[in-house]
Structures are given as structure tokens and as C-alpha cells.
């Protein structure tokens, strides 16, 4: 089968689903209001989330209950691609799944660790994970103690690595949520070659070597200017993977004596040079402006491959953590400029 067989499907699918995300324009009056309530109004006019708003009581117009339905409109994007997929590229987006669970597992244990009063909320979550994912929503909700949630994830693959770090004695939350980061990419890295064939596994090694790159530049940024942690330290805190970077360059990036040559040493880095980054962007938006671009590039060069998927889902991902960011400044009455100062530029 022709990969334009394979996936007119998907592709058509996609394009509809891309033209009801939010623009530049939305972005900026959503800068410009004043309280949570106006921005759901706002978002009650937009086709990619009426439906949602419009099933919500309005005496639940509050930013957690907005993040709650954003998750949601993400979750249903990925059942009508999924949906659209064959068996193969159904193997690729599973590799989705492993973030999504991720972000699951360390929410449960945020609630562990900072014993809240109020419970799990994840009811909204159950209809989705009990499709897709090796996760149940019903034993995690159970869970009093973190002995109980690795009990509790026994039977699936994030049990050894969390058993591991409890097995430590001394293990903090911060140590929970890398370790699981840590053996999520590996995992996905490991077994890319056993879903894709030849030319899309060329694809997806070159954007997640570089999604991967782009990350570790980030944790050893924070390391080096949060917690002053040591070389030692910060080599055992990346993801085991270097896919741009030489051993002698990774190693000068982890090594450098302070933060400002660490930002020196990234911007000889051939991803600085290639996407003409300066130092003006934080690495986060260093991160957003390659993957764009390279995502963009993959999908006009190769229109009928997972380059169609992973481009949609990054720029979803990033839609809804730019209006969970603009939600929360907003709450803070932060100003128009500061608000789009967090959110960065809008990607369209």
C-alpha cells in the first residue's frame, strides 16, 4: 500500500481538525481579558472547544475546570486520528500514550506527596485510559501512600523504575518524575525500530533525536541554575541519548563551570545555528521554535507519513499549554504584554 493510501484518511482528518485550533489573533485577545469567565466565553465561539464549554455547568467556570475540558478536547483529537489509523501507524500512536501516562502517574503522586485534602478528580480521564492505555483509573484512585500507586501499577511497565526508586529510601517526588521521564524516552527510542518501517522511522529518529537533545539542554540548564548540581549529577539526570551531540560536545555543555558559558556553549551548537536562535529566547522557546520548524518541514516534504501526526499533536499540546499558561497569568491580573511574554509566539 502506497503511504498516500495509507493515509488520506488521517490526513484529510487532520487538516479539519488543524483549522479549528486557535490563531495569533485569538491569542492576543485572549491576552487582553480580564478574568477566567471571559476566556471561556471566548472559547465558547471557537469551533475546537464549543462543545466542550457548552457541556459544562457554568457554576464550574474556574481555571482548573477549563484545564479539565482542554485535556479532554486533546484526548478526543487523538480517537478520531486513532480512529483514521491502521494497525501500524496505531503502534505509533501509542507512543503518545507513554507521555500521557507519564504526566498521570506524577499527578497521582503530586497528591501523595503534598497530601491534598481533595481526591484524584479523574473521572473525566476514565473513559480514555480504559481504552488506550495499560493504566486503570480505578486502582490509582485507591492509592493512600506511593507504596500503595506502585502497587498499584504492577502489572504495567512503569513498575521496575518506580520500584527502583523506592527501593532507595530517600526518594522525592523530583526523583519519582525523572525517573519515569528518564525510562519513558529511552523506552520509545528502544522500540521505534520495531513500529516504523524504513523511511518514516528516518522521520521520527530525526525529530524525537532532536526533541531529545533540545530536553536535556533544558534539565542540564535548571540543574546548573536552580540547584547548582554537579557534573556527576546532571550526566545521571539526561536522557540517555545523544542524537546531534558528540560525546566531546555533550560533555563540554554538562561540564561548563557556570551558567553563562553553558549559554555560550549552546549557542555554538548546531541547532542555534541552524535555526538562527540568539540569546534573547529561554530554552524553552528554543525548543518550540526547532520542533516547529521541523516539523513543518517534515510534513511538506513528506505530507503522507507520521510527520502529518506528529505535527498536529505538537501543535495541540502546545495550544493547550499556552492557554493553561495565559489562564493562569490572567488569575494573577498579569498585563496584556507580560501575559504574551510567557506564552511566547503563537505557532500557525
Known amino acids: 500500500m502506497s503511504s498516500m493510501m495509507a493515509y488520506s484518511g488521517i490526513v484529510t482528518k487532520i487538516k479539519a481538525m488543524e483549522a479549528k485550533l486557535l490563531t495569533e ?113 480505578d486502582r490509582l484512585v485507591t492509592s493512600k501512600s506511593v507504596d500503595d500507586l506502585i502497587e498499584n501499577i504492577k502489572d504495567t511497565e512503569y513498575y521496575k523504575p518506580l520500584q527502583q526508586i523506592h527501593e532507595s529510601g530517600a526518594a522525592t517526588i523530583f526523583d519519582y518524575d525523572l525517573a519515569l521521564e528518564l525510562y519513558s524516552f529511552s523506552a520509545i527510542w528502544k522500540s521505534r525500530k520495531r513500529a516504523l518501517n524504513k523511511k518514516e522511522l528516518d522521520l521520527f529518529t530525526r525529530d524525537m533525536g532532536t526533541a531529545i537533545d533540545l530536553i536535556n539542554l533544558q534539565w542540564i540548564y535548571r540543574a546548573k541554575k536552580y540547584y547548582n548540581m554537579l557534573a556527576p ?49 529561554t530554552l524553552e522557546q528554543m525548543y518550540n521554535d526547532c520542533m516547529i520548524k521541523l516539523y513543518l518541514a517534515d510534513r511538506r516534504s513528506n505530507p503522507y507519513s507520521v510527520a502529518s501526526i506528529n505535527t498536529y499533536f505538537f501543535l495541540k499540546e502546545t495550544e493547550i499549554t499556552k492557554l493553561t499558561t495565559a489562564l493562569e497569568c490572567i488569575r494573577y491580573g498579569l498585563s496584556s504584554r507580560e501575559i504574551l511574554g510567557y506564552i511566547g509566539g503563537v505557532i500557525q
Open 233 to 281: 549529577d546532571i550526566y545521571s539526570m539526561t536522557i540517555p541519548v545523544q542524537y546531534r551531540f558528540s560525546v566531546d560536545e555533550f560533555k563540554d555543555l554538562v561540564e561548563a563551570p557556570s551558567v553563562d558559558e553553558f549559554i555560550a556553549k549552546v549557542q555554538e551548537t548546531s541547532y542555534a545555528k541552524k535555526y538562527n536562535i540568539d540569546n534573547t529566547k
Open 25 to 137: 489573533q485569538d491569542f492576543e485577545e485572549i491576552s487582553n481579558m480580564k478574568n477566567v469567565p471571559e476566556v471561556i466565553e471566548f472559547l465558547k465561539q471557537r469551533p475546537g472547544y464549543e462543545k466542550y464549554i457548552n457541556q459544562m455547568d457554568p457554576s464550574l467556570y474556574h481555571r482548573r475546570h477549563v484545564e479539565k475540558m482542554l485535556i479532554q478536547s486533546l484526548y478526543d483529537d487523538y480517537t478520531r486520528v486513532y480512529r483514521f489509523a491502521n494497525a501500524t501507524q496505531r503502534k505509533f500512536m501509542k507512543f503518545y500514550i507513554k507521555h500521557y501516562e507519564v504526566d498521570l502517574i506524577n499527578y497521582c503522586l503530586r497528591i501523595l506527596f503534598n497530601h491534598y485534602d481533595w481526591p484524584f478528580d479523574l473521572d473525566y480521564k476514565k473513559p480514555f485510559y480504559d481504552q488506550y492505555s495499560q493504566l486503570s483509573i
